[in-house]
């Protein structure tokens, strides 16, 4: 009786995390095509890749546990590359795009780069 309770409750943590890494990657897809500059663009893309995947991975990892009993080692690590990986990426991305006198939006309150690049 327990049994079915506990696969019952991995079943619904399965789906959040799988709906909801749907819902990061649609909602940054959607963010990469409204918005206007490259700078919006690429944190969408970025928090669209990081909380998305991560949640697709981590439904699978747990999918492949419940239902196979099979451990991957390659799902874990895929969720610790991209969680590592795309915020550094989309920072070097943004700060070479911001060398290359890519403007900001019109309506950008600030430059915090200003003072770092002298210009």
């Known amino acids: 009786m327990s049994g079915t ?11 959040f995390f799988l709906l909801s890494g749907t819902f990061f990657v649609l909602s940054g897809a959607l963010g990469v095509v409204r918005f206007k500059n490259v700078y919006l ?11 998305g995947v991560a949640g697709l991975m ?3 990892f747990l999918f ?3 239902e196979h009993g099979i451990i991957s ?7 610790l590359f991209v969680l590592i990986t795309a915020p550094v990426s989309a920072h070097m991305i943004g700060r070479a795009a911001y060398k290359s006198d890519v403007p900001l939006s019109k309506e950008a309150v600030r430059d915090d780069y200003k003072k770092t690049f002298n210009k």
């Open 5 to 15: 309770w506990i696969n019952l409750l991995f079943d619904i943590l399965i789906i």
């Open 41 to 51: 663009r690429l944190h969408a893309a970025t928090k669209s890749s990081t909380l």
């Open 58 to 60: 981590l439904g699978a």
């Open 64 to 66: 492949m546990l419940t």
């Open 73 to 79: 080692g390659k799902l874990l690590l895929g969720i």
